[in-house]
């Protein structure tokens, strides 16, 4: 066992953890974070992605031990109290989820997109959440989610 | 975020959706979330081979391993062994084999169920799998439908001595009919294998409730309440101690329309055990175990006059049972009968299905369930016919579909179609789609020998759909209704709850059922709680599929809220010493005909019947209604989807330059959520034509056996869609609503593919395999030139 200290949603975490344990299943069976969920076995789905010290990281592909001394952001801490991140509030205006199981890591995975290229074609959109799978939308209210998220960041969509 | 509502527009609006806020947030309760103290976690050892004796199974090595609790094959599970139940029996003399939860000494597909370790935790169970001793005696394996049912074949099941499940035959009177024909035009097309691959893998938890003998099964499933009446007849679980909660549930599309073996062994071992008992599936076992979809080989033959008048249709299908019969496995294709003619007249149609089993996962229903596969067919071969005919594709369409004037009509398979405008979404979809501009670009293309070519590929689409009249049903040997249920009930607070059979799984059914009764009972959809997927709090219900839950259970809801409505007008009627027929019911609030000062809210009217101190004689107390829905008819939306298909033809290359579709699914609850419903079925349909498809190697191993081989398209490999609608109210549907859920998948496959062999028809093409790849494509290509593939 390994000890480990992340921040995760804002408030520390101490723990002692098995040395394969993914940080993904630390984080849903070791500090009960279950709103970040796991679709594959092969990092293909991007379900679980998460901000790791601000940018996105697939978790069920980053070791527990790896994320020792960062700061993690889920799907659970994006919101500002009772303020929803843009990106959250674009989601719900253009109806950018349906089962909703893709969302958490496509929300983390768009806020990064963002954050790097705050004013994105809808190509660069495309691009951008080419890591992250939705079986329910076609992607094409999730594509007008990001580009209505950059509007509402003052980016704006090209 | 809150809306004013105007609750008399209620219906119509695209009112964002109340599920969101918890999604968006990760406030969700997936049955992977679920953590009962003292659970056991249950890992599977599956088979790695296809067929094969089990000639050792020792689980003794794993009771030896950290945290193991307990360890089953079928020996030791014993009567506890359940076996999967198949609720449709087509035929008289259909061929129905034991499919036991864990095998029996034999294994029959890739990923069978062999033994089973409990463990403290999930890892532990999964760590001790390895150390189960279990030998094979490899067979051979069955994989190619022809070769299964000719003599000689390798036999799946031995004891049945065959693997043809079932014949079914429908109509005649094709061979006189295309006698006289001027054209006859027969195609082989394979429907290809698919997975369904929901978002969210399978997850159940069962938990025995204290002392009593009561359990609780939590499961990723579109039908808890299905699923609660088949785990009580399999397990012996008496069916009122039995309760099925369906949570969040991340997606079904079919695959979760299902009693799974995993369901009957963690419910079992929960018995058992005394302790709650969960499984969750890796990707990786949902691949093989979950049911897979499709795979038909469609022989469609097609007769007409020289003129373009269709005569008749013949279709010959071989359907891939695969190696068990699940729950609706053998009527998946008869769902497609009905529906090969599509929206033609024609004088006679000749079907005939064999179900056959080989040793892959079980198929079962996908998406559209039979009817993209019928559609596929009808729609492809208009496409060969109009070529043969040398037409233009939409001329012939034109000249053989049901016009306006003639519905209802009742279609050579012997449906009646209620209502529908081809033309008028066809007159759409044309326009917005520039389709004149596009036959211009693309003779222009073809002219100048650009080595980028265009096609344009037409669906012009109906299905039914809103399963399903009950009396139908058991005409076709299923052993179920298609009722549905809603309970309304007015709380002495004014608020609402609105108790559905519908399990949604992201149809954001709390939004739209909110909608249905809010414009009924003038309460704003904000005070109106949908109570869903839990047969505790929601005991009747025939859950969510077939395009059903708005079809079948809006009605049920619209007339629990008018009940409900009927009710209070009398308990009103007494408060304000009136007839109930002098009382008019506007926005929620009843009034005195011409004499508005004579008023009361309905929230009122509830609290009068919560306390229950003036209410008219006869009148019991509380504010409730229900009503139990069997739907007159199946609902018939229909559409024209149109792709331009740009195809590289030195490299294979295809690319969707755009997809138009015009849909008429009758008056939309909430136009937003339709829109949704549209684009995540065209996904999946365009995926079948371009990107997906379940692949087998000759010893039965599934080679798409993770997202990693598997090819679900990301936002990279589609483009955005340009939709429309028609709005051709049902006439058998009380609300004038059709079912959309299914309509884009049905739809989208074939208009990809025609648009494909369009463009390349220059070259000689005439067919197209699916999925179509590059390599597909380039092969086709060189084979049509005569060169070497």
Known sequence: MQHISVTVDGMEYNAEVEPRTLLVHWLRNGIGKVGTVVGCDTSNCGACTVLLDGRSVKSCSVLAVQANGSEVTTIQGLSDGNEWHPVQTAFKECHGLQCGYCTPGMVLAAVDLLGENPNPSEAEIREGLEGNLCRCTGYHNIVKSVAYAAELMGGGSK | ?????????????????????????????????????????????????????????????????????????????????????????????????????????????????????????????????????????????????????????????????????????????????????????????????????????????????????????????????????????????????????????????????????????????????GKPVKWTE?????????????????????????????????????????????????????????????????????????????????????????????????????????????????????????????????????????????????????????????????????????????????????????????????????VAGGWEHCTVRLLPTGKVEVVTGTSPHGQGHETAWSQIASSILGVPVEDIEVIHGDTGRAPYGMDTYGSRSLAVGGQAIKAASERLVDKARVIAAHQLECSPSDLEFVEGVFSVKGDAEKSQPLGAVAFEAFTAHNLPDGVEPTLSAEATIDPQDFSYPHGTHLAAMEVDTETGKVTLRKYVCVDDVGIQVNPMIVEGQVHGGLAQGIAQAMYEGASYDEDGLLQTASLADYLIPSAMDLPSFTTGYTVTPSTTHPLGTKGVGEAGAIASTPAIINGIVDALRPLGVNEMAMPASPMTVWKTIQAAKGGAA
């Open chain 2, 1 to 273: 975020m809150t809306e004013v509502l105007d609750t008399a527009n209620a219906i119509g609006r695209p009112i964002k959706r109340k599920e969101d806020a918890r999604l968006l947030h990760g406030q969700t309760n997936w049955t992977d979330n679920i953590q009962l103290p003292g659970t056991v976690h249950m890992a599977i050892l599956r088979s790695p081979v296809a067929h094969a004796n089990i000639t050792k199974l020792d689980i003794s090595g794993a009771l030896k391993r950290p945290n193991v609790v307990a360890a089953f094959g079928a020996e030791e599970l014993g009567d506890l062994n359940g076996s999967v139940p198949c609720v449709w029996p087509v035929t008289d003399d259909i061929v129905m084999p034991d499919f036991p939860a864990l095998a029996k000494g034999k294994v029959h597909h890739m990923g069978d169920c062999v033994a089973v370790v409990l463990a403290t935790d999930a890892t532990s169970a999964v760590d001790a799998l390895e150390a189960i001793d279990v030998e094979y005696d490899v067979l051979p394996a069955v994989i190619d439908m022809e070769k299964a049912i000719a003599p000689g074949s390798t036999i799946v099941h031995e004891d049945k001595g065959t693997n043809t499940c079932y014949v079914y035959n429908l109509g005649g009177g094709y061979d006189e009919v295309a006698a006289k024909a001027d054209v006859i035009v027969k195609r082989r097309f394979i429907n290809q294998r698919l997975i369904p691959a929901f978002m969210e893998p399978r997850s159940v938890v069962a938990a025995p409730m204290g002392m009593s003998d009561e359990i609780t099964v939590w499961s990723s499933t579109q039908i808890p309440h299905i699923l609660r009446v088949l785990l009580a007849l399999v397990t012996g679980v008496p069916e009122n101690n039995l309760r099925i909660i369906a949570p969040d549930v991340g997606g079904g599309f079919g695959g979760k329309l299902q009693i799974y073996r995993e369901e009957i062994l963690v419910t079992q071992l929960a018995r058992k055990l």
């Open chain 2, 282 to 478: 890796t990707r990786s076992e949902d691949m093989v175990a979950s049911h897979h979809g499709r795979d038909q080989i469609q022989d469609i033959e097609i007769a007409a006059t020289k003129d373009g008048k269709m005569l008749g249709l013949k279709v010959t299908l071989l359907a891939d049972m695969g190696a068990y019969l699940q729950v609706i496995t053998p009527g998946v294709p008869l769902l497609g009968m009905f529906m090969y003619p599509g929206i033609y007249k024609m004088d006679a149609y000749d079907f005939t299905c064999t179900g056959v089993f080989t040793n892959k996962t079980p198929t079962d229903a996908y998406r559209g369930a039979g009817r993209p596969e019928s559609t596929y067919a009808i729609e492809r071969i208009v496409d060969e016919l109009a070529n043969e005919l040398g037409m233009e594709p939409m001329e012939l369409r034109r000249k053989n579909w049901i016009t306006h004037e003639e519905f209802p009509y009742t279609t050579v398979a012997g449906l009646t179609y209620d209502t529908g405008n081809y033309e008028a979404a066809t007159a759409k979809a044309l326009e917005m789609f520039d389709y004149d501009g596009l036959r211009a670009e693309q003779k222009q293309r073809r002219e100048s020998g650009d080595p980028v070519q265009l096609g344009i590929g037409i669906s012009t689409f109906t299905e039914m759909c809103g399963l399903a009249p009950s009396r139908t049903l058991g005409a076709l040997k299923y």
